[in-house]
């Protein structure tokens, strides 16, 4: 596995909510180095895998590309459907990376936006080769947040690393240290750019809360790591606002 996680599929039942509010989208440059190096058109048929609630499913709906949303977590793939209903080109599946239910050859791309790191590499990319047509692309893409930027971003991962349930096995240096297994012996390519999300103090909490790592409210160290989260907000927050600034990374390229 590409990192171990036996309730990779169920971790973010409890997050839904805070997931489809505070989580970042892409940038847009992300789709034009899809458009000018892959040459993803319009009408070009793609499976989103792990689509989640949709963030980056609805970037490539309003591409005008028919997707099959493959999500395997009944509450994130709901909230999903209920995002893209008005696309008439979205079809949700229920379904895996290693097992999507799609039909051999079937679309044109393969996609994955922050869940790669959850697949099986092996299996995926076996599945990945059946559904994809011959000279299918896979693309993979993670929000990579930083932790170092800023004196705020410092204290949020600190505060990650004491109060995170299992967030050093999950940390973000890990989702990307072995992407090439999932395209290898085929070439693949890789290009970076720059987000930001600014919130309020209750977009902060939102956004920590949408995070698998971060125990919930039953668990005893959910109100420490809140006082902490509020402390170094008040301490940091500008005009009562603070930022996560991240590197969004996407790697590209060919299956055989």
Known sequence: MF???ANATSRFSD????YVRYRPGYPKEVLQVLRKECGIAPG??????????????HMLLENGNPVFGVEPNAEMRQAGERLLASFPKFTSVAGTAEATTLADQRVDFVTAAQAAHWFDRERGRAEFVRILKPGGWLALLWNERLTDSTAFLRDYEHLLLTYGTDYGEVRHERTTDAVNEFYDPAPFRAQVFELRQEFDYAGIEGRLLSSSYAPGPDHPQHAPMLRELRRIFDLHAVAGRAAFDYKTRVYFGQLR
């Open 3 to 5: 990192m171990p996680a």
């Open 15 to 18: 997050r839904v909510e805070n």
């Open 44 to 57: 070009q048929v793609v499976a989103d895998i792990a689509s989640g609630t949709g963030i980056w499913t």
